[in-house]
């Protein structure tokens, strides 16, 4: 008989190291942004910081769009481990005998 066996601790870790990338990918947008609208708007000109802004948003959206899609990840790596140890122990409750005193 073949046995499947899942390691939820390193669900559970990968699932922190998603959250983790994530969170670093939201500060980095947040610099990203800073530094393009800081760039646009040392140059002096009207139309420069308006395409400053405009790149600094664009940037900003977009790495937050991928930092919400990677804690998202998290949490479902985060539950799916949890799933597994549930499956596990309900397992081994139904396969444990009851012993009467």
Request: charged share 20%; hydrophobic share 50%.
């Amino acid at each position: 008989m073949s046995t499947f066996e899942v390691d939820a601790r390193a669900i559970d870790s990968a699932g922190a190291t998603l959250r983790g990338t994530a969170e670093e990918m939201r500060q980095a947008a947040d610099r990203i942004g800073r530094a393009l609208q800081l760039a646009g708007g040392a140059g002096g000109s009207g139309a420069l910081a308006a395409s400053g802004a405009a790149a600094a948003r664009q940037w900003r959206d977009g790495l937050q769009t991928y930092a919400e899609a990677g804690a998202a990840l998290s949490r479902a790596t985060e539950q799916a481990a949890l799933a597994y140890r549930m499956v596990e122990l309900q397992t081994s409750m139904a396969l444990t005998p009851v012993v009467a005193p």
